[in-house]
């Protein structure tokens, strides 16, 4: 069939609309019948998010809701209901607030909300996320102390328990869990018995773990936890939340030095009007409700975990075959299942761009690095991927590999 320019270029808008849930049945079938792919097309997301999500996350965004009526509220409900579940910890103990904007927003409410007027905070750092932290405290003017550790090593436990007992200033204790810098895992539990014996309050940074990897808030002593609606749940970006300990919590009230972040205030006014503040992303809401189903049709927590395990496990095996080094000791368990940071190829022909362009016409994003002692990249092993989209990764990243000639 001959079609004018104009119109090719209108019925292939169609088919781009056709992998959204369009509401009548007439308008469906006329996308379907001028699709002819019910796949969406998008780049498979190899990084640390926002990452790639199921058609049917996407697709239960496609609604207005307004943000008063009762229908969102329940959503609102549900989702904090299905976050504490899947946290594993009960609503007399935890709340969970619900806080706008992307995940360092919701760290930023957190370390400017829960923190006394005149607390200090001591950060755990080894990696750019711990560092933005620190950056954060210094705009608000909190007090802080840092231990700085080696991108590649966890913290050590004794200098925690030196730090804190010299200096009895301090209040709070913050670390990333997962460091989605190098993709080291941080061990939580044993820092949390430290942290407890000193009396101190918890706050974690788990953006990048919760909801793949388990975390006991009981045997970790958290106080705070925070993480986002756009990475392990694979929900679509648009609001991040934080899990609090509820005896600690109701004690930071008029904490916060910034009005629109203030955590205290955001779930009081939640638990009486059952609404957000100001306008709530509804849209995201309703995906990460569906990407909450889904979680659970996975086998939770375990179920997402192990997939995850399988594309880093499958993902590390062949790019040590190729011949790329991972940053950290993969055989190490704190190396972790998120994301594996590689080091650049020693070889002339490397280079990061056009490795990253090569890919990226085969449909696939990865990621740059960001450790600050080693040239890396990142790859992900996170959001909607299966072992088989790995596979498919890595028979690309060997053929590149070849073609560019970076291992003889
Ligand atoms: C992704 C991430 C954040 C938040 O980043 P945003 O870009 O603000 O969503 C914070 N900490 C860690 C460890 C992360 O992986």
């Not at 019925?11 to 469906?28: C, D, T, W």
């Not at 200090?120 to 711990?130: P, R």
């Not at 990897?213 to 045997?219: E, S, Y």
């Not at 086998?299 to 179920?303: D, H, I, K, L, T």
């Given at each position: 069939?001959?079609l ?6 209108f ?18 079938a ?10 969406p097309?998008d780049k ?18 496609l ?28 609503d ?17 409410s ?9 607390g ?11 560092h933005?932290?620190?950056?954060i405290?210094?705009?608000?003017g ?5 231990l700085v550790?080696?991108?590649n090593e966890?913290p050590?436990l004794?200098?925690i ?9 301090i ?7 997962s460091e989605t ?9 044993k ?10 309050t ?8 919760f909801?793949a ?7 970790a ?10 990475k ?13 300990r509820?005896e ?16 205290f ?18 849209h995201?809401?309703?995906?990460f409700?569906?990407?909450?189903k889904?979680?659970?049709?996975e ?5 997402r ?17 190729i011949?790329f080094?991972?940053y ?6 704190s ?14 022909n490397?280079?990061f761009?056009s490795?990253?362009e090569k890919?990226s016409e085969?449909?696939m994003?990865?990621y ?5 002692n ?6 992900g092993h ?16 060997e ?10």
């Open positions: 069939m001959y004018l320019p104009q119109k090719r270029r019925y292939r808008f169609l088919r781009s609309l056709h992998h959204q849930n369009l509401g009548n049945n007439s308008q469906k006329f996308c379907r019948n001028f699709s002819s792919s019910a796949k097309v498979l997301l190899f990084t640390p998010g926002p990452l790639t999500t199921s058609y049917t996350v996407k697709a239960a965004a609604h207005d809701y307004g943000s008063r009526d009762q229908k969102f509220m329940d959503v609102i409900s549900e989702v904090k209901s299905g976050l504490l579940s899947l946290a594993n910890v009960s007399s103990d935890f709340a969970c607030v619900l806080m706008q904007g992307s995940g360092t927003y919701s760290v930023e957190m370390l400017t909300s829960v923190v006394p007027r005149n200090c905070v001591l950060l755990l750092i080894n990696g750019a996320y711990g933005r932290a620190a950056k405290l210094k705009y608000a909190i007090d802080f102390e840092v550790f080696p991108e966890i050590n004794d200098m328990d030196q730090t804190l007992k010299s200096t009895p200033k209040t709070d204790v913050f670390v990333v869990h810098t190098s993709g080291i895992i941080n061990p939580i539990d820092i949390g018995k430290v942290v407890k014996k000193h009396s101190k918890y706050l974690i940074d788990a953006m990048s773990s909801g990897i388990n975390i006991d808030f009981q045997r002593n958290i106080d705070y936890l925070v993480s986002s609606a756009n392990c749940i694979e929900g679509i970006p648009g609001f991040a939340f934080c899990i609090a509820k600690v919590f109701k004690l930071s009230e008029g904490n916060a030095r910034s009005f629109s972040l203030d955590l205030d955001q779930d009081s006014a939640s638990n009486k009007t059952g609404q957000f503040r100001f306008t709530p992303p509804t995201a809401l309703l995906a409700r569906q990407a909450l889904e979680i659970k049709a086998g939770g927590v375990e179920g975990f192990s997939r995850y395990k399988e594309n880093r496990d499958l993902c590390i095996s062949r790019m040590k075959e011949g080094e991972p950290l000791d993969a055989d190490d368990e190396s972790g299942c998120i994301i594996t940071s590689f080091r650049y190829p020693k070889s002339e490397w280079n761009q490795f990253y890919l085969q449909n994003l990865i740059p690095g960001k450790v600050s080693a040239d890396c990249f990142r790859i996170i959001g909607r991927i299966t072992p088989n989209d790995t596979a498919k990764l890595l028979d690309t990243i053929d590149i590999s070849l073609s560019m000639k970076l291992f003889n």
